[in-house]
């Protein structure tokens, strides 16, 4: 049976590998398993070793306590990751999110800059006239 710890590591390793438009054999490949093993991770029926979870967030471009977001701890702080107030964590789990996050990237850097400022500009315009 799945520990809630690893069902969640392996729902942030989904949800990071599908953010990237990676393929479970693509990941497999860049740390050296069959995909049926990304499977299990994803899935949360084998657990991850310290070292894998190394490789794994290497090959994700993620620091390692990524996969560890989000996991409620008894009595202690919160941590010092203001996006999880903003955002409910399906949220990066919808498509349109993904093709939005796909469509940034796939830009250049100037105009996602502009882009940004665009959206931050958008909410301001959007808390203002709810204030009125």
């Known amino acids: 049976m799945a520990d809630e710890t690893d069902l969640h590591v392996g729902k942030r390793l989904r949800r990071r590998r599908r953010l990237l438009g990676m ?26 070793t310290s070292s894998r979870l190394y490789e794994l967030s290497r090959a994700l471009n993620v620091s ?10 008894a009595d202690a702080p919160d941590a010092a990751n203001d996006a999880n107030e903003y955002m409910e964590g399906d949220i990066l789990s919808q498509k349109e999110t993904l093709e939005l996050v796909r469509a940034y990237y796939r830009l250049g850097e ?4 502009r882009l940004l400022e665009l959206a931050k500009a958008l909410e301001g315009d959007q808390s203002s006239h709810g204030a009125a």
């Open 64 to 73: 390692v306590q990524y996969f560890f977001d989000g996991i409620p701890v």
């Open 110 to 113: 100037r105009p996602r800059k």
């Open 23 to 48: 393929t479970q054999q693509d990941l497999a490949s860049q740390v050296g398993v069959r995909f049926q093993q990304i499977q299990k991770y994803e899935c949360g029926a084998n657990r991850i």
